[in-house]
């Protein structure tokens, strides 16, 4: 069974900064893609940042320049570093991930992580 389980979470003033894991556990073949979706209050769940490759990363508009994706494979990790944090940032932040399972699986299967608080307040 695969786990996306965050961490990093937390409180921040605007202007600060935090920044998000996310490990994925259990056993699979192989990795395609990590992400970080986030869900605003009364709001759909949003693409914040993808990252397929070290060279193919795509970001929100919103983020752009003050939000940096990152992936340790090693570790089976995927890490969001968030400077500059607005109140509009504030949301539940998840993990998403496409997974190949076996060898023989054709397409990736989309797991998820239980979502991590971030809020930003004065």
């Known amino acids: 069974q695969v786990r996306l389980v965050e961490s990093g979470g937390g409180l921040v003033q605007p202007g600060g900064s935090l920044r998000l894991s996310c490990e994925a556990s259990g056993s699979f073949f192989s990795i395609f893609s990590m992400a970080w979706y986030r869900q605003a209050p009364g709001k759909e769940r949003e693409l914040v940042a993808a990252?397929?490759?070290?060279?193919?990363?795509k970001y929100a508009d919103s983020v752009k320049g003050r939000f940096t994706i990152s992936r340790d494979n090693s570790k089976n990790a995927v890490y969001l570093q968030m400077n500059s944090l607005k109140s509009d940032d504030t949301a539940v932040y998840y993990c998403?991930?496409?997974?190949?399972?076996?060898?023989?699986?054709?397409?990736?299967?989309?797991?998820w992580g239980q979502g991590t608080q971030v809020t930003v307040s004065s």
């Open positions: 990252s397929i490759s070290s060279d193919n990363k």
């Open positions: 998403n991930s496409d997974i190949f399972n076996t060898a023989r699986d054709e397409a990736p299967t989309i797991y």
